[in-house]
């Protein structure tokens, strides 16, 4: 058989299935009459195309756009969720377990990412947390990955070695495109597109290696609803949802802020007044000694220490079920206190 044959059998598969998800670019694109939203079943057959790869990139930006002008659907996230985390399964999973997944993907745009002291305070407690997320160059944000290579943490290359800083610090940060490759051209539409796409809230629904508990920051309106209503759906055990400094799992101090909860099968909607009267921002000072001062003790940042302490505060009450704003500060506080204050040095 000839080697055009063969490359033409090859490409029949990838043909029969770009063509199968043209279906779903019409039910989205046909015009304010005829258009729809994806059913759970329809939207989780797309994902799974467009993660095996049968999906060529321009009908996939012309999928996401469609469906990022009205704002994905709950039942389409839900599927878009699904198929994901099927896709992930095929790869190897941890050989440690992972009890608190930390998407972070939206980077600082006035502050630095505190958040990053909070998750390693709990991981200093020992909670086992991963935090995942993609880098877009060019923007004028400071996003978490860049933070952790100048404090000199470890950015990990592969799964393999993700595990292994696990086991050894309790904390492990892989980017996007380290979880899967796809997803982090997905991402990376934006570049093309000149919009973000509902990719974002995926990778923050996806829980890549499935903790126990998962916290998610969005940032518009009505998006903490959209994951709590998609987290019930899903079946999901325990994540904690709210609108965080510039889209991050960050608590600002400055405003009130509502924590969305699905745990133990029920949700739950509490408001925490602002920790902060006054404006105490730092806008033109993201100088990451900031962070290593704050932690050792050296300073106590007028900003930081309440990002940090109400941050803190709000994942532990997820993972240890305290409902009360003062009991859940009083932990944090207990949490802070155990802090490794040597631990960039």
């Not at 985390?85 to 440690?96: D, V």
């Amino acid at each position: 058989m000839s080697s055009q044959n063969t490359q033409t059998i090859k490409e029949q598969p990838m043909a029969k299935s770009s063509n199968d998800f043209t279906t779903y670019v019409k039910i989205l694109g046909r015009g304010k009459k005829g258009a729809r939203s994806l059913t759970v079943e329809e939207a989780e057959h797309a994902m799974s195309l467009m993660l095996s790869g049968f999906v060529e990139p321009e009908q996939a930006g012309a999928f996401w756009m469609l469906i990022r002008i009205r704002e994905e659907t709950v039942e389409e996230t839900v599927g878009f969720t699904k198929a994901t985390r099927q896709h992930l399964l095929k790869t190897a999973m941890f050989a440690e377990k992972v009890d608190l997944d930390w998407p972070a993907y939206a980077g600082k745009r006035n502050e630095l990412p505190w958040f990053l002291l909070a998750a390693l305070a709990l991981a200093n407690t020992g909670v086992r947390i991963v935090m995942h997320g993609h880098t877009f160059d060019g923007e004028d944000r400071i996003y978490v990955e860049q933070t952790i290579e100048q404090l000199g943490l470890t950015v990990c290359t592969s799964r393999e070695q993700a595990s292994q800083v696990l086991s050894e610090r309790q904390f492990a940060y892989l980017p996007l495109s380290i979880i899967d490759r796809r997803l982090g051209t997905m991402m990376d539409f934006k570049y093309i597109l000149g919009l973000r796409s509902p990719v974002n809230t995926v990778v923050r629904m996806m829980n890549p290696f499935f903790a126990d508990h998962s916290v998610h920051g969005v940032f518009h309106r009505g998006y903490d609803e959209l994951h709590v209503a998609a987290s019930e759906q899903l079946g999901d055990a325990s994540v904690l949802v709210f609108r965080g400094g510039n889209g991050e799992a960050e608590v600002n101090p400055e405003r009130d802020v509502t924590l969305g909860k699905w745990q133990n099968g029920e949700t739950s909607w509490t408001t925490w007044p602002k920790a902060e009267q006054q404006h105490k921002r730092l806008k033109d000072q993201r100088d990451v000694s900031r962070l290593t001062e704050h932690w050792s003790g050296q300073s106590c940042d007028p900003f930081g220490e309440q990002a940090v302490r109400q941050t803190i505060a709000s994942v532990a009450g997820l993972l240890y079920g305290v409902t009360s704003h003062q009991a859940c500060l009083e932990l944090a506080d207990s949490i802070w206190s155990k802090r490794d204050t040597k631990y960039f040095q």
